[in-house]
C-alpha cells in the first residue's frame, strides 16, 4: 500500500536527520497538547508516534508530519474532565472510523472549494497560535499561562514572566537557535540547521550548566511500547450519544487541517499530493490509536515545515520522526529530557516565520476588498476559537459575497420581435441571489400576448430559480397570456423535468418556437 523509493542517498540522509529533527520538536509539543486536554503525556507521544507512523506509510501527502495536535486537544478536554479518559479513546475510533468512511466517498475533494483568502487566513492566523502557543514556556511552571495549548484562553497576558535573569538567558538561547537556523544553510547544507542548533545549545547548556529549563522540567517521557487496550465503556446507545457529537467534531477539525496542510506542502514542494487517501488515512491511524491508549491526531503544520524546511520529502521522514520518537521514549528518554526549550521554542519561532504569509500584507491593497476581509477574517477567527470554525465561516462568507456579487449580475433586456412577440433575453445566471431581481423585471399587463424568455445567455442553477419561473408563468396565465421558454441549456431542462410537481405550472420549451435572431441566423 505504500512503498519508499529515494531518488538517492542525499534524499534518505534528509529524510532521516529531518525525521530526527522533528522528532525533537514533537516531544514538548505532544506533552503540552496532552496536558491540554487532560491525559497523561505518554497518552499524547503514542499519538503523535502511532498517527505520525501510519499515515506516513499510507497517507497521500509525503513528507507530511501528523500527531497530537492542540486543535483537537482543546475539544477533547471537556469530553475527558465529564467522562474520563476511557470515553477518548472510544471517541478517537469512532472519529477514526467517520475519517475512514469520508475517504471511500471521496470527501477530500471538497477541500478545492476552500478560497485562496480562506487559505491565506488559515496560515496566517496558525502562524499566530503557533507563535502564542510557545509564549507559555517563558512563564513560570505552575503558574498561569504556563504551557497554555494551542487555540486556548491563554496569552501573552496571562503568563507569569520568569524573573529577569532567568528571561534573558531564555531570550538568548532562543536567540541564537534562530541565528543558526537563518545562517547556517548558507554555509553548509549537509546536515538540517534545525538540528545543529538544537544540538549546539544542548551542549552549550550542559557544557556551562546554564540554568534554564530543560523538557524534563515539563514531563517525563519515559515509557514502553503502547500497548492494545479496547476502550472500557458500556457498548450502549448513552456511550454512542455522548462520544458522537465529539467524535463528528474531532473528524473535521482533523481533516480539514490536514487537507490544508496538504495543499501547504503541495504548493511549497510544487508537487501534488492525494486528498482521499489522506482522509482515509487518518481515519486508519485514529482508529489504531483510539486502540492503543492514544489521544489522536491529525497533520501539524509546525512540523510538517520543520520536516519539509530541513529537507525532507519523502515518506521516510514521517516514518524516521515517528521511530525516532518511540526510540525516545523506550531508551533515551534521561538525554531527550536534557534538551533545553529554547533550542525548541527557537525551532518553533523560524517556523512561524516561515509560516505566516508575510505577502498577504501587500495582497491586502490589491485584492477586492470582501476577500481581504476574509483574510483577516479567517485569521482572527483561528486565533480566537478553532481551524474548523474559522475555515466554515471563511467559505460561508467568501460564498455569501460571490452570491451578492454574481446577484448584480443579472440583465434582462425586453424588445418585440417580427411576430409580435414580447422577447426577453436574460443575460447572467438565476439563482437565490437573482431571483427577486429577475421576476421584478417583468409586467404581464403590458407585455403582448405572446410572451418569449430567451436563456441562452443565462443558466437555471437552484430551486428559488425554478420557483421564480413558476411565479412568471402563473402570472402570465393569469393574465391570459401565452409564455415560451427557449434555449434553455440540457442542465436547466432537465431541472425542470426534475422538479415535477414543485412546480404548479409546468412551462415546457418549445423546440420549434424561434426568435428573430434564430430566423436571421
Known sequence: MFEIQPSNVGSVKNDVLSGLTVALALVPEAVAFAFVAGVDPLVGLYAAFMVGLITACIGGRPGMISGATGALAVVMVALVADHGVEYLFATVVLMGVLQITAGALKLGKF???????????????????????????????????????????????????????????????????????????????AIPSSLVAILVVSFLVFGLDLDT???????????????????????????????????????????????????????????????????????????????????????????????????GRGRLSGISAALFLLLFILVASPLIEQIPLAALIGVMFIVVIGTFEWSSFRVLRKVPRMDAMVLVLVSAVTVATDLAVAVVVGVIVSALVFAWEHAKYIRIEAQEDHKGSTVYAVTGPLFFGSATSFVEHFDPAQDNDDVVIDFARSRVADHSGLEAI??????????????????????????????????????????????ADDVLG
Not at 126 to 134: D, E, P, R, S, T
Not at 161 to 187: A, D, K
Not at 478 to 498: Q, W
Request: charged share 15%; net charge neutral; glycine share 12%.
Open 111 to 189: 477541500i478545492r472549494m476552500v478560497p485562496h483568502p480562506v487559505m491565506l487566513g488559515f496560515v496566517n492566523g496558525l502562524a499566530i497560535v503557533i507563535f502564542l502557543a510557545q509564549l507559555g514556556q517563558f512563564g513560570v511552571a505552575g503558574e498561569p499561562g504556563w504551557l497554555q495549548g494551542t487555540m486556548m484562553e491563554g496569552s501573552i497576558l496571562d503568563v507569569a514572566w520568569l524573573e529577569s535573569g532567568q528571561l534573558n538567558m531564555l531570550l538568548g538561547l532562543v536567540c541564537l537557535t534562530m541565528f543558526i537556523i537563518h545562517f547556517l544553510p548558507r554555509l553548509t547544507t
Open 470 to 515: 413558476d411565479t412568471l408563468a402563473e402570472r402570465y396565465l393569469n393574465a391570459g397570456k401565452t409564455l415560451h421558454l427557449v434555449h434553455l441549456s440540457a442542465e436547466c431542462r432537465k431541472l425542470l423535468r426534475k422538479a415535477g410537481g414543485l412546480v404548479e405550472v409546468n412551462v415546457i420549451e418549445d423546440p420549434k418556437y424561434f426568435v
Open 213 to 311: 529549563r530543560v523538557v524534563g522540567d515539563v514531563a517525563s517521557i519515559k515509557g514502553g511500547l503502547p500497548s492494545f487496550h479496547l476502550p472500557v465503556v458500556p457498548l450502549n446507545l448513552e456511550t454512542l450519544f455522548i462520544i458522537f457529537p465529539y467524535a463528528v467534531i474531532l473528524a473535521a477539525i482533523g481533516l480539514i487541517e490536514s487537507l490544508l496542510t496538504l495543499r501547504l506542502v503541495d504548493e511549497i514542494t510544487e508537487t501534488r499530493g492525494r486528498g482521499n487517501k489522506e482522509c482515509f488515512a487518518q481515519g486508519v491511524a485514529n482508529t489504531v490509536t483510539g486502540v492503543f491508549g492514544g489521544m489522536g491526531g491529525c497533520a501539524m503544520i509546525g512540523q510538517s515545515m520543520i520536516n519539509v524546511n530541513s529537507g
